[in-house]
């Protein structure tokens, strides 16, 4: 591009890529910026290198466009920050944090000064639907704009993989990505209820919400097995049937239900993966444990807006450009 025209045409890329934002920077005359873009099906993987500069995502920004997303970033190279629900955490190489594009937030990128290519920061940016994540929304509130860390533990593994997915896109077919976009949301879950026992808050040190998560987790392990009952997740956590299900509406949930929705969702990922174009609905349904054709169509079409046959058309039309 132009130079004049670079700082106007990147943000709106942006805009249309990740989400809109007012945007700001010292080098606005002669700016710099490149983004690389990984469609994973569910998840969106996006490898930016950019100039400094400043972006607020503000209250007018989302009533005008809210895809409902929230973005974790990971610092390659440079500084970063982010400001969001009162809390600031400036960002160094290798370092994580979660933001809600449906909030307002202010992030930023700095550098040593010059706006040349070889002066920039570098960081992913991954964005999650709301919905793909099976995590209270309130424990998600509490690490919001948190700095992690991708040097160690599960934030490494996390950091690891979105770089070698970038790495070696040329040699994975797109049934390839969206098989494993399921693989990083389990890892951004895992990281968060990682975060989440760290948190001495009163919301993460009740002992009951804690066993809602690691129950939740045995249920993600065993949702293959079509004869998982509410009554054999009580008795493999030492707990009575009514106490579980007394947990589970405390977090607004039944017990059957957030069974269902994780089928829901495996459904959905199998739907979204062309290698499984030769298996019927109804086949895929079965597998998880919906036997009613008629049951499954209305609860997928609740769920993801669309009903199963129409989402995976939708699906293999924006593969091909159509």
């Not at 970063?80 to 400036?90: F, H, K, L, Y």
């Not at 948190?146 to 690891?160: E, F, H, K, Q, Y």
């Not at 609905?281 to 009903?307: C, E, K, Q």
Request: hydrophobic share 40%.
């Amino acid at each position: 591009m132009p130079v004049t025209e670079r700082f106007d045409f990147w943000w709106q890329a942006v805009a249309e890529s990740v989400v809109s934002v007012d945007a700001s920077s010292d080098h606005a005359a002669d700016f710099w910026a490149e983004m690389r873009m990984l469609d994973l099906g569910a998840v969106h993987l996006s490898k930016v290198r950019c100039v400094g500069f400043e972006a607020h995502r503000t209250e007018h920004r989302i009533r005008r466009s809210d895809p409902e997303v929230y973005q974790l970033s990971v610092i390659l190279r440079g500084r970063s920050g982010i400001r969001q629900e009162d809390r600031e955490s400036t960002l160094a190489p290798t370092d994580l944090t979660l933001y809600d594009a449906s909030r307002p937030f202010l992030a930023w990128s700095s550098t040593d000064g010059s706006g040349t290519r070889g002066n920039m920061s570098e960081g992913l940016i991954l964005q999650v639907p709301h919905d793909a994540l099976g995590f209270p929304a309130p424990l998600i509130r509490r690490v919001l704009a948190r700095r992690m860390s991708g040097r160690d533990g599960i934030g490494a593994l996390l950091c690891v993989l979105l770089r070698q997915l970038l790495e070696q896109t040329d040699h994975l077919s797109k049934a390839d990505l969206s098989r494993l976009s399921g693989i990083v949301v389990d890892l951004i879950v895992a990281l968060l209820a990682h975060e989440a026992e760290k948190d001495p808050s009163p919301f993460v040190t009740d002992p009951g919400k804690m066993l809602v998560l690691r129950i939740q987790a045995f249920i993600a392990q065993h949702l293959g097995e079509l004869d998982l009952s509410p009554a054999d997740i009580a008795a493999a956590h030492h707990i009575s049937l009514r106490h579980m299900q007394r947990l589970f509406q405390q977090e607004g949930h039944t017990v059957s239900g957030w069974i269902q929705q994780q089928r829901l969702e495996r459904c959905r990922r199998a739907l979204a993966d062309p290698q499984m174009d030769n298996l019927p609905i109804s086949v895929i349904a079965g597998r998880w444990g919906f036997v009613s054709d008629s049951h499954f169509n209305r609860l997928f079409h609740r769920t993801y807006g669309m009903p199963p046959a129409g989402y995976r058309r939708h699906l293999r039309k924006r593969a091909s450009g159509a």
